[in-house]
């Protein structure tokens, strides 16, 4: 079983996205990661996106990207319309994107 603590949680919009980001460490018997999680849903289809990083010394490494058209916000038009409906949209696609991430660091 993986334990996870919350180091920091963001949550903003701006003019036309919405964003989140999560700073977390997780671990599994004596494997410890420090994960980030970075999702922006923009008005602009092209420019949203779900990133898992993962602390690598002193530097962030792309750990795994869900594509945008398997993101649960892709249905979302104007996002910056409803950022309340949005903000929960990227929540489901954060839990999707740490499913991918622990499995890939963990094997779970």
Not at 91 to 108: A, C, P, Q, S, W
Request: proline share 3%; with cysteine.
């Amino acid at each position: 079983m993986v334990s996870k603590e919350i180091i920091s949680e963001h949550t903003w919009s701006s003019s036309q996205a919405v964003h989140m980001e999560t700073i977390e460490r997780v671990s599994r018997g004596l494997l410890n990661a420090i994960i980030k999680t970075s999702l922006k849903r923009d008005s602009y289809d092209h420019q949203s996106y779900a990133k898992a990083y993962v602390l690598d010394g002193y530097e962030w490494r792309l750990l795994y990207s869900l594509p945008y058209p398997r993101m649960a916000c892709v249905i979302m038009d104007a996002s910056y319309v409803q950022p309340v409906k949005v903000i929960r949209l990227l929540g489901e696609d954060k839990i999707n994107l740490l499913k991918v991430t622990n499995n890939i660091l963990f094997n779970e």
